[in-house]
């Protein structure tokens, strides 16, 4: 589903971000990905976006190379793509119904469609009750919630998840996490960025450790780490 080859990216030539990334991920696979601050998390995933492109090696995302996506197809590439970030980027003044249609309409789902899919999607989420709230209405954690309907609304094949935890306590870090793994157990290939060791301990998860711009260690499924 997701292979990096050789892979290496700037923001400032000289200092690499990101250094010599050889990565495979099948479809279907849960991946945690820890480091510390700076070790390249974010641009990994920015990578993945098509937001920034790499200074060397190629990545492949199902059947697209990403170099030979032009920039005027972008946008139809990012649609098997579902992101979720810390800070949950929800629309502030759109209700949570509003939020997650919104996806729809932009790629022109039919109005019918779009009234039956999203409330499934804030049932799958437990947000049922609260389809008129904000944003500013809701808790942390139920705003993350909208925001990972939100990303897997349009049924994407991968969901990337940069921190999505970082902002919330204990109890609602392991819902947002059961929901993830949810979304991989209905078939979605999901990479998560995080910091929370002990979830990604419990888990039992790939562990992919990064440090400087360089993975340290891969874990396969199963994976116990005692630091990152
Ligand atoms: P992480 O997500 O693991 O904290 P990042 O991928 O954000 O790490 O950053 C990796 C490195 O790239 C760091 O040294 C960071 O300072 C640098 N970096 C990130 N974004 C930019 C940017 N927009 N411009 C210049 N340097 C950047
Ligand atoms: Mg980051």
């Known amino acids: 589903m997701i292979t990096l080859t050789d892979v290496s990216m700037s923001y400032i030539p000289g200092a690499p971000a990101l250094s010599n990334i050889n990565l495979h991920i099948d479809k279907g696979e849960f991946v945690f990905v820890v480091g510390a601050s700076g070790s390249g998390k974010s641009s990994l995933i920015k990578l993945l976006l098509k937001e920034e492109n790499p200074t060397k090696g190629e990545i492949i995302i199902g059947d697209r190379t990403l170099s030979r996506v032009r920039h005027r197809q972008i946008p139809a590439f990012r649609r098997d793509i579902g992101v979720v970030f810390q800070d949950f980027r929800l629309l502030p003044d759109r209700n949570v119904y509003e939020n997650i249609a919104f996806a729809q309409k932009v790629i022109e789902v039919p109005g019918k469609t779009i009234k039956r899919q999203v409330p499934a999607m804030l049932s799958m989420v437990g947000l049922a009750e609260k389809y008129r709230s904000?944003?500013?209405?809701?808790?942390?954690?139920?705003?993350?919630?909208?925001?990972?309907?939100?990303?897997?609304i349009n049924k994407p094949k991968i969901l990337l998840a940069d921190e999505p935890t970082g902002?919330?306590?204990?109890?609602?870090?392991w819902e947002i996490m059961r929901l993830l793994e949810e979304a991989n157990e209905r078939g979605t290939t999901v990479l998560v960025v995080t910091h929370n060791l002990e979830i990604v301990n419990a888990m039992r998860k790939r562990v992919i450790v990064m440090k400087k711009g360089v993975i340290i260690k891969d874990i396969a499924q199963g994976g116990y780490i005692d630091e990152a």
Not at 134 to 152: K, Y
């Open 167 to 173: 902002n919330l306590d204990a109890k609602n870090s």
């Open 134 to 152: 904000f944003p500013d209405q809701l808790s942390g954690g139920e705003q993350q919630r909208v925001a990972i309907a939100r990303a897997l």
